[in-house]
């Protein structure tokens, strides 16, 4: 058999599984058993997705990133089934010792006790109330979702409490909490944002492959928005050479769907996702890997990534000023981000507990 390149599978982002920086060892092809797969079945069997349970002992992550709006987090899944080639999260997988590639999108772990365990955090006397972000990491509303409906879980308890939250999704099976979110909006304790790459559907379904379609995250954005819902659109991450161009289209059809604000982010490329991402492209945009890579390299001082807080997130150089400058631009013109009020914190309250007895008072 001759020599062995990992080729694209089905409904999966990653093409392999990519070592992690831990591993003190290397994966290679069984080509003898791959062969007998190939003649048994006529082609390459696609990994299945599998979640294991994992019991945690807290649920709020704390940062103190000068970059991120919040300090406060909330991830009820690791792993996304997603399978966002580009995902920056795909590198938490390597501390459970299995691979950022397509271990990060078909061995994924949810956190059932999350609702509880929030709810006891927040009780505490110590605890003082701060916007909680869902989606930073892994997508809350990934597939796995709709049967397990932990981030709805986490919702009320947070509705619960009037504590304020600020959603990330690619999905748009958020719009299946819109009861929730509706009563937590009118309270100004709910913000939602939808994130979209490019309106194209080959793009979108060769970079994002179990993620709703562009179409249906701009109904999710109307959806939401008519529910009275604040509502944004992020357009992230934006791909040199693949989707900069689309800026303005997904500004202007998330603003006639209803979107409010919007914000966008710069490839990132870091440790693991760098190979996953270069060999992605060599499998469905070979002719503009090199351009591509040219670009990140204008906007990361000569390297694939930047870590350095404050130009992570957008780059420097002057492709990264351009793309600020269109943005803003487009954002003016179609009437984005004019005001956004800060979601409240007056009133959070720890709720009494429910007595037998009933209250005296």
Request: glycine share 8%; with cysteine.
């Amino acid at each position: 058999m001759a020599s062995y390149r990992a080729q694209p599978q089905k409904g999966r982002g990653a093409v392999s599984n990519v070592e992690s920086r831990f591993d003190g060892w290397s994966r290679e092809v069984d080509l003898d058993g791959l062969a007998g797969e190939l003649d048994a079945h006529g082609e390459r069997p696609v990994p299945r997705t599998t979640v294991t349970i994992e019991s945690v002992k807290s649920i709020i992550t704390r940062n103190q990133s000068p970059d991120l709006p919040f300090d406060q987090s909330i991830n009820v899944y690791r792993g996304c089934e997603h399978g966002c080639s580009y995902c920056f999260a795909r590198p938490t997988h390597a501390y459970m010792g299995l691979s950022p590639g397509l271990d990060f999108e078909t061995k994924l772990f949810a956190k059932p006790n999350a609702a509880e365990l929030l709810r006891k955090e927040l009780s505490r006397k110590s605890y003082q109330p701060s916007v909680i972000a869902i989606g930073t990491n892994t997508d809350p509303y990934q597939p796995i979702e709709r049967e397990l409906g932990l981030a709805r879980s986490v919702l009320e308890v947070l509705e619960e409490f009037n504590h304020p939250v600020a959603i990330t999704t690619k999905s748009a099976l958020v719009t299946r909490d819109i009861d929730i979110l509706a009563r937590m909006a009118g309270k100004g304790l709910a913000r939602v944002y939808i994130s979209v790459t490019s309106l194209s559907a080959d793009i979108a379904r060769k970079l994002e492959p179990r993620a709703n379609t562009p179409s249906r995250r701009l109904e999710g954005i109307r959806r939401l928005a008519e529910a009275g819902i604040p509502t944004g659109v992020m357009v992230a991450p934006i791909i040199p050479a693949l989707t900069d161009t689309e800026i303005e289209r997904i500004l202007e059809a998330a603003a006639e769907a209803g979107a409010a604000s919007a914000g966008y982010v710069m490839l990132r490329l870091p440790l693991e996702v760098h190979d996953i991402f270069v060999e992605w492209l060599e499998q469905h945009y070979p002719g503009r890997k090199r351009h591509v890579l040219s670009l990140i390299e204008q906007l990361r001082d000569g390297r694939h990534n930047d870590a350095t807080f404050g130009q992570r997130m957008r780059g420097t150089g002057i492709f990264a000023d351009l793309v600020e400058k269109r943005f803003q631009q487009a954002c003016r013109r179609l009437g984005l981000n004019k005001e956004r009020p800060p979601l409240r914190l007056d009133q959070f309250r720890v709720p009494q507990e429910a007595s037998p007895q009933g209250s005296l008072f």
